[in-house]
């Protein structure tokens, strides 16, 4: 049993998760800055440009559960540093080819290398903290990433623009093996959970984990908070800045960085809530569904391109779905087994980046459709009809959270534990 308070290598051991994920970031967010210049150099058009972002979130998220049941089985320190290294070949074939097929390869190998970074830094907080910080540790996990995230938008962006294509690549690639040999030192479990685990089967873990309710709450709640803010910041939000909102690629740079800087301000308070208030979690979640779909319907509302203030605020309400999305990781901690927490994370991330991806081909689709043949730049009203489809994966859900959350709280009563409505906890609340 964990001590309230953590000894001293824990801190080193988070220290290095979140070294390796900042870098993570961004070798998974490069490609989001570099989408007109991707567009050129492979001669695409929309649904081009999605395959070519797609494919390393599917390989992201095909990879998950794989990837945690890794994690269970080899531990931390083999599993993220081997990661690392894959992402840093994915870049340095990515920058050095100009055939659409070998990028495709190399996005694969980079949703590989990431696959196991992010689960791999939660499962260590996990193992390593007591239950009542993992909350706020999990959300400067996810604030520290933004970071990376922020690293893409400015100085990376800028590398691109100043020396070119393929040596930002490198840059990154390089960068990213250095991270693995210094992180590497860092990773590892607590004696107690460091033995490899091989008396379960991966089926037989997977199938232990989604049986649970309350794993499949937290796969819905980040289904549904975190695809508005991956089809933005993965690809679409720079092409539609710059093409159908007239902004220069400076000012497309400083919006996007507004939805780092959003998820970076949102997360401390999401995970002080979270801690807080854990029997009223998914209302977090579809609250942050709430306000990007509110956030979408005001800007589709419109014709014309906004004024810079309107997309400030737009990208602000959209980027806090970033941290709610982690809600869905204290769901999967809380209600699975401690042997099992890698593959209950990777689960759960399924959900958000399963949605990623039907989202951002469902925006290049139509708007491919809408389009004339051939076209590379689209206009405001064909980027309406495309954002608007975006109902579709929001719609399913929101259905998600409602109904695995009636299952959770079921099997929380057979438990003995009871959750109130919300209007009689509030009620309550305002007697005392």
Request: with cysteine; net charge positive.
């Amino acid at each position: 049993m964990l001590s309230e308070r953590a000894p001293r290598l824990a801190w080193i051991v988070y220290g290095a998760g979140l070294l390796a994920y900042f870098v993570a970031i961004v070798n998974r967010t490069v490609l989001g800055v570099a989408g007109v210049e991707a567009i050129s150099r492979f001669s695409l058009e929309a649904t081009g440009l999605a395959v070519l972002s797609v494919t390393q979130v599917a390989a992201y998220a095909g990879l998950q559960i794989p990837a945690g049941r890794l994690l269970d089985r080899f531990g931390a320190r083999t599993v993220m540093t081997s990661g690392l290294l894959v992402m840093a070949l994915g870049q340095v074939m990515l920058g050095f080819t100009h055939s659409f097929e070998v990028a495709v390869l190399a996005r694969v190998l980079i949703g590989a290398g990431d696959a196991p970074i992010f689960i791999g830094a939660n499962r260590l907080i996990a193992l390593w903290f007591p239950p009542r910080r993992v909350p706020m540790l999990v959300q400067v996990t996810g604030l520290v990433g933004q970071a990376g995230q922020l690293a893409t938008a400015v100085p990376v962006a800028a590398l691109l623009h100043a020396a070119g294509w393929s040596l930002t690549f490198a840059v990154v690639a390089a960068v990213s093996v250095a991270v693995g040999i210094v992180a590497g030192l860092g990773l590892r479990a607590p004696a107690a959970d460091d033995a490899p685990v091989a008396r379960e089967s991966m089926w037989t873990a997977v199938r232990g984990t989604t049986s649970v309710a309350g794993a499949r709450l937290g796969f819905w709640v980040h289904f549904v908070t975190l695809f508005p803010v991956n089809t933005l910041a993965l690809v679409w939000a720079v092409p539609f800045f710059l093409t159908a909102q007239d902004k220069s690629p400076e000012q497309a740079s400083l919006l996007l960085t507004c939805l780092t800087l959003s998820a970076m301000a949102g997360g401390p308070l999401i995970g002080w809530l979270t801690g807080r208030h854990p029997l009223r979690r998914s209302w977090l979640a579809l609250g942050s569904a709430g306000l990007s779909f509110a956030a979408f319907a005001a800007l589709l509302a419109f014709d014309t391109p906004r004024p810079t203030w309107q997309l400030v605020i737009f990208m602000i309400a959209v980027g806090l779905g970033g941290p709610a999305s982690a809600v869905g990781f204290d769901f999967a901690r809380t209600f699975s087994a401690r042997h099992r927490l890698g593959t209950a994370s990777g689960f759960v991330n399924v959900g958000g980046f399963g949605a990623t991806i039907v989202s951002v081909l469902l925006v290049g689709l139509v708007l491919q459709l809408a389009s004339p043949p051939g076209a590379t730049e689209y206009t405001l009203g064909e980027y309406r009809l495309a954002f608007g489809a975006l109902l579709l994966p929001w719609t399913v859900g929101v259905a998600g959270v409602l109904t695995s959350r009636t299952r959770t709280r079921a099997d929380m009563a057979r438990d003995g534990v009871i959750v109130p409505p919300l209007r009689v906890a509030l009620r309550r609340a305002r007697r005392r």
